[in-house]
């Protein structure tokens, strides 16, 4: 008799299961309570399985024997809190594929920069001649992947959402980028909750696979310290010197796993800042532990084209720069956008506030930013934080009249960034759609 799995949420997560149950011989029905969006719903329905949306027929739910949750929809759902009352097992896609996929994983995960590594250690892959799939919360789902794609590794972009409902998921190798002040709001505003959440990416390793993270990161090292991981540990730092890891020595990045030596000048890197310098000696780390010549590495470190939304240089008009950094959805990610401005700022900032915190910012904004343009429907809270230290603060509702503005407000060798440092959603549909309008306002000037 077939087992029987209800999808709760159809976006890329849940189409990917559906894909998947179907091939491995499921009973599906995909249940969305919201509308399915028209290029998913013609997969639907040439895969030819049960599904609704805009409803949840509850008693069709409760005949499942196992439960895929897309990662946007929160454990406190009343409907999640039924079925685990009913002892329905509840699981997330990420936990569904790893069932039916040999393929071994390099997954990241971490608060920022975790788009950036996964593109950039897909990229030494493919340089290196090693055979490579790229997915998870980027591009195509675990699920699709394990389901169409046949390689040798599949590398994965892992958000904490997505770890939430793993219980036997175990990549090769981990990484963890960093953890800061992000998506509290999901882990009753306490930050242990939201730190457990990412070490999840550990939980199931053993002595035989290998966690890469940040050592400069007190959020990572203290938890560490009192939950400790059973795989390899592998640190890199650009404050110390690390036995056994990444480090930096004289401007160069030095990674040294077990004796064996790579060393490459960080002015050489593609992508410049104290967080991509950390971004590339994470690649660097899975390139050496997967043998990928070091002339290679190098290579791909210098030639790396980054990731779009992600401080993207758009357009230099009347020698002003318009960079687009849009996938800055919180303080953190704005930090080290700020960080790397060479020259006065006007910044445009704004959207769905995820309980901000801005004091980390107020020296770079005092020391980079002539003026701020507030680009949200609430901006009560930006306005109180940066009020007395920014003479021009001006306020929008639309992404055209920001960079309008912007044009009016920059002169010759300033930059215009917009690096949101909030959520989209109360005007854009998602950071992609909030940094293509920014970058066709721009082509407009």
Wanted: aromatic residues 8%; hydrophobic residues 35%; glycine residues 6%.
């Amino acid at each position: 008799m077939s087992k029987k799995i209800v999808i709760l949420g159809g976006g890329e997560s849940g189409i990917g299961t559906a894909i998947l149950a179907k091939k491995e011989g499921y009973e599906v029905f995909l249940s969305d309570k919201g509308r399915i969006k028209d290029k998913y719903r013609e997969v639907l329905k040439h895969i030819e399985i049960e599904w609704e949306d805009e409803k949840h027929t509850e008693s069709k739910i409760f005949e499942a024997d196992v439960v895929m949750k897309s990662p946007g929809i929160p454990e406190t759902t009343p409907l999640v809190k039924q079925l685990r009352e009913k002892g329905i097992s509840v699981v997330s896609e990420i936990e569904f594929a790893s069932w039916f996929s040999e393929v071994p994983v390099i997954g990241i995960t971490g608060s920022n920069g975790k788009t950036t590594v996964t593109n950039l250690v897909q990229h030494v892959l493919k340089q290196g001649g090693i055979d490579s799939g790229m997915g998870g919360n980027i591009g195509n789902s675990y699920a699709k992947m394990a389901a169409e794609e046949n390689h040798d590794w599949f590398v994965l972009e892992l958000s904490s959402f997505q770890l939430d409902g793993i219980e036997k998921f175990r990549p090769h190798i981990a990484i963890l980028t960093n953890i800061t002040l992000d998506h509290l709001d999901r882990y009753d505003y306490k930050l242990e909750n939201y730190i457990g959440s990412k070490f999840r990416i550990a939980e199931n390793q053993t002595e035989e696979d290998y966690f890469i993270y940040d050592a400069d990161d007190k959020n990572i090292t203290d938890w560490l310290q009192k939950n400790p991981v059973s795989s390899q540990k592998l640190p890199f730092s650009i404050e110390k010197k690390i036995e056994n890891g990444a480090y930096i020595e004289n401007e160069n990045i030095v990674v040294n796993i077990n004796n064996t030596k790579f060393t490459m000048p960080t002015s050489e890197l593609a992508l410049q800042g104290k967080h991509n310098t950390k971004n590339a000696m994470a690649a660097s780390m899975v390139s050496q532990l997967l043998r990928i010549r070091k002339q290679t590495i190098r290579e791909s470190m210098a030639n790396f084209q980054g990731v779009e939304h992600r401080l993207e240089k758009v357009l230099k008009i009347n020698n002003v720069l318009y960079i687009n950094d849009s996938k800055a959805t919180n303080v953190n990610a704005t930090f080290y956008a700020l960080e790397s401005m060479e020259s006065e700022t006007v910044w445009i900032l704004g959207g769905v506030d995820k309980g901000n915190v801005y004091d980390d910012l107020l020296p770079l904004v005092n020391e980079k930013v002539k003026a701020i343009i507030c680009l949200g429907v609430d901006n009560h809270k930006i306005v109180n934080a940066f009020g007395n230290i920014v003479d021009t603060i001006e306020e929008t509702t639309s992404m055209k009249e920001a960079v309008q503005m912007a044009y009016r407000l920059a002169d010759k060798g300033d930059n215009v960034l917009l690096s949101p440092a909030c959520a989209s959603f109360d005007l854009f549909e998602n950071y992609e759609d909030r940094g293509r309008q920014f970058k066709e306002a721009v082509r407009n000037l």
